[in-house]
């Protein structure tokens, strides 16, 4: 069954079509890799997805409704930005979700602080940016949540860290929810993935599977990438 | 373990021959539990039904079965197992010829290569 659903969704900015005319269906139990150039409407679509954004044209549905309180406690929203107030401390926060999101499970996040090294009693403001950044993926992934939206998840963080989120997507691993990570570090995320979308200027130009891909062109998703979006 | 996914294949493909060869060498012995899928994969870093795909090819070539409540288990038919690792022999030796061909070599001085080399 879709957890979302969308049919010609559109949005613009004045004369700027950053989505346009986008239908896609995602289903439960997929990890699906959100992929494409910069300005290509990635951030786009998942604003869209948590009403941050209101679409121009077309509908837009999660678990069959559209974007509002009910979809909020439903997905877990990792966002481009860092919107974590800066004096406070990494179990302020975590508390805060605690209150926030019924489904947020604490014990799951101090694990995973514990194995990146962070330290509960830190103040996010003496944080690197790096390690803010998985701060706020830890957040993310502790909810039970039934649609994860990553907003480039890995690329601000060292390639071991990269390793242990990764991982933590796949042992986080639901076959009730459904998981789409935008990113620009195919490769690296190639190998969780079941699905991809390819957006070029808004719109969608490839939407398979990764072994689809690789068994019909020989080729990985990454190298597909760089011929589909050569410069 | 150590997996490992060439970019130009399946990932699916190359799973389910690296099982195939975890079976072959004993490290899942016949008759054993295999590991829950969800570990398996985080072990090899790979998406959870990618896994499920491969365990579904090799149940379908029967080298493991599933048992509705307890998990997957390696064949405990010997034979078939030796039968794998056969297969896997004559491939790497076809591989390897078609490899000393491209060099310049016939099947007969490829075979005198080996004796002398495994005598060096």
Redesign the interface.
Known sequence: MAILDCSGLTKTFGPKRALSNVSLSIDK???VGLLGPNGSGKSTFLKLCNKLLTPSAGTLLINGEAPGIKSKSLVSYLPEHNYLADWMRVCDIISFFRDFYEDFDASKATEMLVSLKIGERERLKTLSKGTKEKVQLILVMARQAQLYLLDEPIGGVDPAAR?YI??TI??N?NPEAAVIISTHLI?DIE????DVIFLKDGEVVLKSS??EI??EN???V??LFREVFKC | MNWSFQTDRPIYLQLKEQITLLIISGQYPAGSRLPPVRDMAADAAVNPNTLQKALQELEREGLVYAQRTSGRFVTEDEKMIEQAKNQLAAEQIDRFIEKMAGIGFTVEETLALISKRVKE
Do not use: E, M
């Open positions: 139990g997929r990890i390793s990764l991982n796949i042992k691993y490769s190998p969780i993935l079941d990764v072994d690789r068994g020989g080729v990985s990454d190298a």
